[in-house]
T-cell receptor
Framework: SQTIHQWPATLVQPVGSPLSLECTVE??????LYWYRQAAGRGLQLLFY??????ISSEVPQNLSASRPQDRQFILSSKKLLLSDSGFYLC????????????FGQGTRLTVV | GESVGLHLPTLSVQEGDNSIINCAYS??????FIWYKQESGKGPQFIID?????DKRQGQRVTVLLNKTVKHLSLQIAATQPGDSAVYFC??????????????FGKGTKLSVIP
């Protein structure tokens, strides 16, 4: 069976500090990978998606970047965090052939102080 | 995604009753729809999906109805239980065919089950 791991679960970082959130998927190959952000009480906003190693598409301009160094690894980064980067970050995967449901990780609660 | 802020729509249902959660979508070209359940502090969990060539699909205690004429999606939960309390999101794939990767999420609805 497929599983998705996302860490850390919670993170408190000062303004201006760097960020690295990691997500890995097990039990599947060539998944589509996604990073979403969810502000408090709101829906999910797609930040990045990737259809293969080294292939990243950005949906919104922002202070964040994403990388996919391995087939089942997706990393969300920032060089300098802003207060507005606070939120609940979710990694997700879907099967690479055709569009099917996306499976989400448990999320990372990021608070920038 | 749509912005709800602090005014997340809320549905309160008595335990054992049926729940109906509604969702309006905007893109008539969307061909795939999903309902997710999100418990506090957790990632969304897949409940049920439906493709645009169907108007109804049933799962265990859940039914999704799709009305393409009015671009409306609903989730029916039978015999609602306390464990069903969560925020429910509908999502649509606004493109068709290969290369369509983005899910657009609708407003969440908070379901509260009264014991």
């Amino acid at each position: 069976s497929q599983t998705i791991h996302q860490w850390p679960a919670t993170l408190v970082q000062p303004v201006g500090s760097p960020l690295s959130l990691e997500c890995t998927v097990e039990g599947t190959s060539n998944p589509n990978l996604y990073w979403y952000r969810q502000a408090a009480g709101r829906g999910l906003q797609l930040l990045f998606y990737s259809v293969g190693i080294g292939q990243i598409s950005s949906e919104v301009p922002q202070n964040l970047s994403a990388s996919r160094p391995q087939d089942r690894q997706f990393i969300l980064s920032s060089k300098k965090l802003l207060l507005s980067d606070s939120g609940f970050y979710l990694c997700a995967w879907s099967r690479g052939q055709g569009f099917t449901e996306a499976f989400f990780g448990q999320g990372t609660r990021l608070t920038v102080v | 995604g749509e912005s709800v802020g602090l005014h997340l729509p809320t549905l309160s249902v008595q335990e054992g009753d049926n729940s109906i959660i509604n969702c309006a979508y905007s893109n008539s070209a969307s061909d795939y729809f999903i309902w997710y359940k999100q418990e506090s502090g957790k990632g969304p969990q897949f409940i049920i999906d439906i493709r645009s060539n169907m108007d109804k699909r049933q799962g265990q205690r859940v039914t999704v109805l799709l009305n393409k004429t009015v671009k409306h999606l609903s989730l029916q939960i039978a015999a609602t239980q306390p464990g069903d309390s969560a925020v429910y999101f509908c999502a649509e794939n606004p493109y068709s065919g290969a290369g369509s990767y983005q899910l657009t999420f609708g407003k969440g609805t908070k379901l509260s089950v009264i014991p």
